[in-house]
């Protein structure tokens, strides 16, 4: 079955350190997308990629970093440099020409 | 800045009536908006879209109304069920170039039995 894997689901990061969330998807997709969410407020975007090798910074792109090597994946690095990184992370994709995002089942990241 | 916004934080509704959730939206160049439900501790799925040059558009058990007057969006959903509790979210796709969509903040659906 098609879709968007997010992994891993939960995930905990000392204070100092940089952390690697995951995004696959076997969509054919070209456009990726990296969302943050906290309670009570909408999904904001973080960076977006519409081709390989190219990226783009979102609304809230400090302390992020991400790369856009195969088509499939697009990784997302939460730096220490973020100061609040305690969030749910959400990636999605979509289709060039196409509205509609699938998204992934999210990634819960928890500074401890 | 443009934005799109929800009126209501909470919708409580008992099993088997219709739910209206709303939407405002700010960005007249918008033309394509949907609606999105997230379940607890899950991603967004789809759930309805809709075209600037449409009205009205229906699914199974739901329909979304578009307004363009007074920037409005709503999304009702019929014979509400309680696999239906979760949050909505309106999203606009801002009428620009790339694909990105503008979400609202949620709406959190509770159907009490």
């Known amino acids: 079955d098609g879709g968007i894997t997010q992994s891993p689901k939960y995930l905990f990061r000392k204070e100092g350190q940089n952390v690697t969330l995951s995004c696959e998807q076997n969509?054919?997709?070209?456009?990726m997308y990296w969302y943050r969410q906290d309670p009570g407020q909408g999904l904001r975007l973080i960076y977006y990629?519409?081709?390989?090798?190219?990226?783009q910074k979102g609304d809230i792109a400090e302390g992020y970093s991400v790369s856009r090597e195969k088509k499939e994946s697009f990784p997302l690095t939460v730096t220490s440099a973020q100061k609040n990184p305690t969030a749910f992370y959400l990636c999605?994709?979509?289709?060039?020409?196409?509205?509609?995002?699938?998204f992934g089942s999210g990634t819960r990241l928890t500074v401890v | 800045g443009e934005s799109v916004g929800l009126h209501l934080p909470t919708l409580s509704v008992q099993e088997g009536d219709n739910s209206i959730i709303n939407c405002a939206y700010s960005n007249s160049a918008s033309d394509y908006f949907i609606w999105y439900k997230q379940e607890s501790g899950k991603g967004p799925q789809f759930i309805i879209d809709?075209?600037?040059?449409?009205d009205k558009r229906q699914g199974q058990r739901v329909t979304v109304l578009l307004n363009k007057t007074v920037k409005h969006l709503s999304l009702q959903i019929a014979a509400t069920q309680p696999g239906d509790s979760a949050v909505y979210f309106c999203?606009?796709?801002?009428?620009?170039?790339?694909?990105?969509?503008?979400f609202g903040t949620g709406t959190q659906l509770k159907v009490e039995l």
């Open positions: 969509l054919n997709h070209d456009a």
């Open positions: 999605a994709s979509n289709q060039q020409g196409a509205w509609g995002y699938t």
């Open positions: 809709i075209r600037s040059n449409m």
């Open positions: 999203a606009e796709n801002g009428g620009g170039g790339g694909n990105k969509l503008t």
């Open positions: 990629s519409q081709i390989v090798n190219d990226f």
